[in-house]
């Protein structure tokens, strides 16, 4: 019987041989890296990523399709499928990996924030909506730069590798993709600087000192840290770079 996708485990499937391909030089592998791949699907790509010789581990929450990828697991020795939720699983000791997947839209934020806030992923190559896409790699001032634009960017260095219209997957979505390749760098970012930007964009429409005083920041020493580093007392989150906050969280 023919495959039947769930919508509601954004089961939209790959199978364009030079964009699978694509992917997986997009995330430069080597015979040397291990690679965690969320939501394996029928395996189109987790094969590609077992090409390069990366030991793979590759996640997939939905049991029915154990049918596709336990026979790939017995072909191709560098790979291992761990059925499950990636969500509620814990890595195993696998040291220094990088990420690599088409993810399941529903979930794409919190599978971001894991890898960026893992200190043992070194690299995201990721197919995301286009519009997460344009979050991620947005300047500051403009209506898509927040809190992941700021995340990703100070976890390390962030672009749009490819642009993958709807048609490409099956079934096709409702919107347009793009593969995100995020290098990260070697210091991970800290947690003071983690929960300033959270509070500076919890509120979208309130100044960036409302923000931080409705999270608990004292007043007055924002207020300071801002005429320190010549900022406008009324501004907005959306107005200072990544590099800015990490500044401000210094600061403070
Ligand atoms: N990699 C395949 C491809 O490119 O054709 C499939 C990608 S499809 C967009 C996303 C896959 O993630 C689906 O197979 C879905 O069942 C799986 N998935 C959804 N939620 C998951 C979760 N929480 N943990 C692991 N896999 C999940």
Known sequence: MAFRHSHSLGQNFLSDGNLLSAIAADAGLTAD??????GAGMGALTVRLAETGARVFAYEIDARLEEYLRPLERAHANVTVIFG???????????????????PYY?????????LDDPRCRSVTVMVQLEVAERMTAPPGGKEYGALSVAAQLAGSVCITRRVGRHMFVPP????????????????????VKRLVRAAFSMRRKT???CLTGAGYEKA???AALSDMRLDASVRG???????????AARL
């Open 107 to 115: 979930i794409t934020t919190p599978v971001l924030f894991r890898f």
């Open 238 to 248: 959306e107005r200072l770079s990544p590099a800015q906050f990490a500044e401000l």
């Open 85 to 103: 939720d990636f969500m509620k699983s814990e890595l195993p000791d696998i040291g220094q990996y990088k990420a690599v997947a088409n993810l």
């Open 33 to 38: 890296d291990s690679v965690v791949e969320v």
């Open 173 to 192: 979505p409702n919107v347009d993709s793009a593969v995100v390749h995020l290098e990260k760098n070697d210091t991970p970012v800290e947690d003071d």
């Open 208 to 210: 960036l000192v409302n």
């Open 221 to 223: 020493a924002v207020l």
